[in-house]
């Protein structure tokens, strides 16, 4: 898994989301600054990884990773995970599945957390915390956010909060609107020191971040090798370092290809195994209608006889009363 970290050893947190839900927008929240790339303050979204981080006062650094659509799919999936890692490579305290309150919860939502679970494992929803955007819309409604939910939550959504043990924060993100800035992100870095706690202070790691650190190393080994060369012509100088370079390239595509095979084999797995559940669940209701079918058919006939019966039985007692 990775080592046991302090409570003040620096916070690795990872967004994800589909594009539009505010992952952008919650990390300049964190962080306390614009320097993510938002939807508010330009017509262009997040395509690539990004890194920033930020220093709490009394506290540990936290580092927020924002990724693009990602796990929804995208062109460069596994060269963006790879570069998300990488950032990462000492592994995630918690990942932060972003969803907005302004939109219905979707199939590409869904896939989201299905990549994720079939990139990663399924312990991942053990770091895993849900991050609710558009605090200020449920604020002028007058509502909370277990209104919200409570106000026909779909199934699948009621299943990932489940699976991440019900761990939950509102976020407000418009500057203008929130009074309670540093209270949401207490709220969110309370629920990190959970996580943290319950996984006993490790850090989530795989062994894709095992292959991206050896790529790491490799990168750093060919550094002191370029820097060493001396008493080399130009020439002999350019052909090492292209011959390094293709090496490190190399090293790169098989992470990569290694990172596409295993989402691409794990989600079909995963598919495959949420269709037999639900051909399993569509057989269940079957059966039980037929069992209800059957159940009132029985309780009809036992209706008529018993009717059949008082019939009889009156029927008995009128002749007594009349001989008598």
Same mark, same amino acid.
């Given at each position: 898994?990775?080592?046991?970290?302090?409570?003040?050893?620096?916070?690795?947190?990872?967004?994800?989301?589909?594009?539009?839900?505010?992952?952008? *927008?919650?990390?300049?929240?964190?962080?306390?600054?614009?320097?993510?790339?938002?939807?508010?303050?330009?017509?262009?979204?997040?395509?690539?990884?990004?890194?920033?981080?930020?220093?709490?006062?009394? #506290?540990?650094?936290?580092?927020?990773?924002?990724?693009?659509?990602?796990?929804?799919?995208?062109?460069?999936?596994?060269?963006?995970?790879?570069?998300?890692?990488?950032?990462?490579?000492?592994?995630?305290? *918690?990942?932060?599945?972003?969803?907005?309150?302004?939109?219905?919860?979707?199939?590409?939502?869904?896939?989201?957390?299905?990549?994720?679970? *079939?990139?990663?494992?399924?312990?991942?929803?053990?770091?895993?915390?849900?991050?609710?955007? #558009?605090?200020?819309?449920?604020?002028?409604?007058?509502?909370?956010?277990?209104?919200?939910? #409570?106000?026909?939550?779909?199934?699948?959504?009621?299943?990932?909060?489940?699976?991440?043990?019900?761990?939950?924060?509102?976020?407000?993100?418009?500057?203008?609107?929130?009074?309670?800035?540093? #209270?949401?992100?207490?709220?969110?870095?309370?629920?990190?020191?959970?996580?943290?706690?319950?996984?006993?202070?490790?850090?989530?790691?795989?062994?894709?971040?095992?292959?991206?650190?050896?790529?790491?190393?490799?990168?750093?080994?060919?550094?002191?090798?370029?820097?060493?060369?001396?008493?080399?012509?130009?020439?002999?100088?350019?052909?090492?370092?292209?011959?390094?370079?293709?090496?490190?390239?190399?090293?790169?595509?098989?992470?990569?290809?290694?990172?596409?095979?295993?989402?691409?084999?794990?989600?079909?797995?995963?598919?495959?195994?949420?269709?037999?559940?639900?051909?399993?669940?569509?057989?269940?209701?079957?059966?039980?209608?037929?069992?209800?079918?059957?159940?009132?058919?029985?309780?009809?006939?036992?209706?008529?006889?018993?009717?059949?019966?008082?019939?009889?039985?009156?029927?008995?007692?009128?002749?007594?009363?009349?001989?008598?």
């Amino acid at each position: 898994m990775g080592k046991i970290s302090s409570s003040n050893e620096a916070r690795t947190l990872v967004i994800v989301g589909r594009t539009g839900n505010g992952k952008s *927008a919650t990390g300049n929240s964190i962080i306390g600054k614009n320097v993510f790339k938002s939807k508010r303050r330009s017509s262009g979204v997040t395509s690539v990884c990004e890194s920033h981080s930020t220093s709490l006062k009394d #506290g540990p650094t936290i580092n927020v990773i924002d990724t693009p659509g990602l796990f929804a799919g995208t062109e460069s999936i596994g060269k963006e995970i790879v570069k998300c890692i990488d950032m990462a490579k000492d592994g995630i305290h *918690a990942i932060l599945m972003v969803f907005s309150v302004n939109t219905r919860f979707s199939e590409e939502e869904q896939a989201t957390f299905l990549s994720l679970q *079939a990139l990663f494992g399924t312990k991942i929803v053990d770091y895993m915390i849900v991050v609710f955007t #558009g605090g200020d819309i449920l604020e002028e409604n007058e509502e909370t956010l277990d209104d919200y939910l #409570g106000f026909e939550c779909p199934e699948p959504l009621k299943d990932i909060l489940t699976l991440c043990g019900n761990r939950k924060v509102l976020f407000n993100n418009n500057p203008k609107k929130n009074k309670n800035k540093e #209270g949401q992100v207490q709220q969110l870095l309370r629920l990190v020191n959970t996580v943290v706690s319950q996984n006993g202070g490790l850090p989530y790691t795989n062994e894709i971040f095992n292959a991206v650190k050896e790529k790491a190393t490799l990168r750093d080994q060919q550094q002191k090798v370029a820097d060493s060369l001396k008493g080399y012509s130009k020439e002999e100088i350019l052909e090492i370092k292209q011959q390094m370079q293709q090496n490190y390239d190399n090293e790169l595509k098989r992470i990569t290809n290694m990172v596409e095979t295993k989402l691409m084999e794990e989600t079909g797995n995963l598919l495959r195994k949420l269709e037999e559940e639900k051909a399993a669940r569509l057989s269940a209701e079957e059966n039980y209608k037929t069992i209800q079918i059957s159940s009132g058919y029985e309780i009809e006939k036992l209706k008529q006889a018993l009717e059949r019966a008082h019939k009889r039985i009156n029927d008995q007692e009128q002749k007594r009363c009349s001989i008598l």
